[in-house]
């Protein structure tokens, strides 16, 4: 057995990185700040940069995802590596002139987008950057925040860079004959880059969701031969089978796939699932993804000797064995496995004699049409639970939801209000991604939290009326500690907060005592009646445990953990080595949002390797 590789889980509040004191002058020449910043760029020294500098690297310079504080440690890195590299000069990005950024009123920087190469190894690389500079008390500019990232290796593609198939360039660069479309088959264009008959790949990609399919998407785009397996008949499905009341809390411009626009401008803005599996189906078959549907991996080993992954998968065709270099595990991390409660186990279940139905969101909820008119309670209160409870209101049901813990509420407008800032019609989402994803995670925590908490504060009535409700609310807390440490439990407020506040679905906040024949019974003695109880209880987020049944237990027990933040604000087991042959192989997880990025950095990785 291999090295186990375990990153020690840190505290936000820990990591360091602040956002700056103080704005910038009215009147402020901006290109004239820019040409200073390049100079200093070009021979950085300590005193060139604020003493709460911090640096955030995605492969250009430190080959991982990598954030570096304060000032000493920024200078003395940033050069060492930089001749490493054999870094080039900087130089300003002319299409973008630099830009005043904000953080309320009081607070404001210049952000300056530049332009770099490096070399990794006999690799040329094109590199993209911005620094963000303030004016120190005497007046002097300093930098405060400097994000680098790789953007493409010369002579590679480029990962946010793919035609359509039947397109006059793709026909050049991808070829255009079209594969089958079903049970085990290739779906999509043929692309002699990318499709191989000999069962050998660059890459093998396991799961054909948002995360699958825009690696899929990198990495052909790259010219990387690849294949993508998918359990379901189709691209999409996955979607269309959860709960039907099921939507995007969040505007559909922040979930596109790469290369573009994915969903029509007809489209709602928050996207239902139906339109959610139609729009993956339809950018799958725009540009020709090398997929195999119905196709389930039964297992994957690694052989030392030849450094490759074997994968033997079944489908309604046989099996079939196929070897890689990269395995990508794009399965659902964190969210394939739903834990249910020690007093919903199996055998606690049959010697209640409950005479409802009880089932988890996950493996069972659809509707609550069947019950309509009747008793619903539903156990949770973060996304899921606030939908459904919504879900059996309209239905007509007597419903109440169950609250373990005060949940942390985020008014949907709000979000949008931020997301469409960047995420639009009218702006490329490559772009966005680079604007917004390129943060220090810290900075972008700080940022946040800033906006949010002084939005709580001018509006107290909306949550003093849930907690009149008997809804306990997390007024002020932690979004990014929510997404990136408790890998959720928040409630990003669609509706659901107000049918609360009416009375409409009923608080019960309360610990669970267990099961009766007619419900639910709970520390305090009371009974709540239920002809249908939803657990919305949560799933298993160790990858480890979903991984296993793939690679076995060998390769998963050398895994990193997944999710939670290292000491340097970083996702832990993201874009690094995470315990399993370092030299040449990374595991990814991703979600909605990161898959927008960190697919890319993927396939460049498989570029490297």
Known sequence: MGASRRTPLAKFDDIPGELPEGSVPSGTDLNAVAQSAILKLNNLQEDNLTSNAIWRDLLSLTGYYRTIYPAPAVSRTFTKLSKQKKRSVFRLKEEIPPQLAKSGKETSWVDINVLFTAQHENLAENCWGIVSVIPDANGHWKIWMLRTWLECFDGYGHPDLLDPVGSSTN??????????????????????????????????????????????????ALGIEYVLLEKHAEIGSQWVGRYESLKWHTSKEYGNLPFGHTFPAEDEYMLPTKRIGAGHKAWAEKYGINVRTSTTVEEATWDQASRKWTIVASSPNGKATMRAKNLVLAIGTGHSTPIYPEWASTERVKSSSFKGTLMHSFAAYKSAHRWAGKRGIVVGTANTGHDIAEDMANAGMDTTIVQRNPTFVFPAEWLHAAEDVHYHADMHPELADKETFTYPNKIMRELINRAVWAGIKASPERFDALERAGFKV????????????????????????????????????????????????????????????????????????????????????QMDDFWGVDKEGELRGHAKPAGHSPENRRWFGSTFKLSHNRDSILAETATAA
Not at 185 to 197: F, L
Not at 210 to 218: E, P
Not at 537 to 542: S, V
């Open 171 to 220: 026909g050049e660069r991808l070829g255009t004959t079209n594969g089958a479309s079903t049970n085990g088959k290739t779906n999509g264009a043929s692309n002699g880059a990318t499709r191989s008959d000999s069962g050998e790949y660059g890459a093998i990609v396991v799961g054909g969701g948002q995360a699958g399919l825009s690696t899929a998407g990198r990495l052909q």
């Open 474 to 557: 997390d007024r002020f807390g932690d979004t990014y500690n929510n997404l990136y440490v408790r890998f959720g439990g928040h409630y990003v407020d669609i509706g659901a907060s107000a049918r609360i506040a009416k009375g409409e679905i009923k608080v019960k906040s309360e610990p669970v005592k267990g099961l009766t024949e007619h419900g639910l019974l709970f520390e305090d003695g009371k009974e709540v009646g239920a002809d249908l109880i939803v657990l919305c209880t949560g799933f298993d987020h160790d990858f480890r445990n979903d991984a296993v049944r793939l690679v076995g237990r060998d390769a998963a027990d």
